[in-house]
């Protein structure tokens, strides 16, 4: 919460950037965390699903740097 206020307090207006951070936060927060080895199917369905987008986001923007 703190960082998406920050961001947004830098004028940041683009929704991939807080979907970015947000998805950092919470591999951040989950490894810190870090559960037992039994984790549900659902939270790795949710793990891979955050970790493709954040890989899609990067790629984006990278690529979008690299043809300009």
């Not at 920050?6 to 559960?35: H, M, W």
């Not at 549900?40 to 949710?46: F, Q």
């Amino acid at each position: 919460m703190l960082l998406s206020a920050s961001i947004y307090l830098l004028g940041e207006d683009r929704v991939d950037a807080y979907t970015s951070v947000n998805i950092l936060v919470y591999f951040v927060s989950y490894a810190v965390t870090r559960p037992g080895v039994e984790r549900s199917k659902a939270v790795r369905y949710l793990n891979v699903f955050l970790l493709l987008l954040f890989a899609l986001i990067v790629a984006w923007r990278v690529y979008e740097v690299l043809v300009k």
